[in-house]
């Protein structure tokens, strides 16, 4: 089983600042990297699919980078919006599927 | 629009199997290349994928789970269900389905089902 691990667990990053979450793999999954959001209530959202193409709709402030085992999702300019958690997911073993424990980015 | 919407019962004793039935909308459950999955959530942790069909019957389980999940699709009804057999409080959570195409990320997502193990 390939074990994802985000880092930092908890990011505290004031609105309009920027924030760099991260994901690592226990062995490569190439390019085959999601990341989710979370909001409290919610179910999770696509953010980035292939690493580093944004789902439809999301914000341009969204990025993501990174293949193999090392991984990033940037949020340019923070807003209100944003703070929730978000995970990574590997999809390169189907069939079976990992997340990470995820990373909740706070207002500071 | 896709649309996936959960239901079944909130609330199963221990040692019982839990059913829960996903409604897809918008779209065709035997669309080419998509398959339809579960992932659960207990409370205040993070997402863990339990398995996912094919609308052929073709099924992909997570090793943890397999030897007490069963999915299953009906194409008639445009669903598919989970069964997950000798529950225990440890099987508390929401419970989502989701649709994704190939082997490729969740798109689009259920909002989710709480279900409570307790006698």
């Known amino acids: 089983e390939i074990v994802m691990t985000q880092s930092p667990a908890t990011l505290s990053v004031s609105p309009g600042e920027r924030a760099t979450l991260s994901c690592r793999a226990s062995q490569s999954v190439s390019s085959n990297l999601a990341w989710y959001q979370q909001k409290p209530g919610q179910a999770p959202r696509l953010l980035i699919y292939g690493a580093s193409t944004r789902a439809t709709g999301i914000p341009a402030r969204f990025s993501g980078s990174g293949s193999g085992t090392e991984f990033t999702l940037t949020i340019s300019s923070l807003q209100s919006e944003d703070f929730a958690v978000y995970y990574c997911?590997?999809?390169?073993?189907?069939?079976?599927?990992?997340f990470g424990q995820g990373t909740k980015l706070e207002i500071k | 629009q896709l649309q996936l919407q959960e239901s079944g019962p909130g609330l199963v004793k221990p040692s019982e199997t839990l059913s829960l039935t996903c409604t897809v909308s918008g779209g065709s459950i035997s669309s080419s290349s998509y398959y339809w999955g579960w992932i659960r959530q207990p409370p205040g942790k993070g997402l863990e994928w339990i398995g996912s069909?094919?609308?052929?019957?073709?099924?992909y389980y997570n090793p943890s789970l397999k030897s007490r999940v069963t999915i299953s699709v009906d194409t008639s009804k445009n669903q598919f269900s989970l069964k997950l057999s000798s529950v225990t409080a440890a099987d508390t959570a929401v419970y989502y389905c989701?649709?994704?195409?190939?082997?490729?990320?969740?798109?689009?997502w259920g909002q989710g089902t709480m279900v409570t193990v307790s006698s």
């Open positions: 997911q590997q999809y390169n073993n189907w069939p079976l599927y990992t």
């Open positions: 989701a649709s994704h195409y190939g082997d490729d990320a969740f798109d689009i």
């Open positions: 069909i094919y609308y052929s019957g073709s099924t």
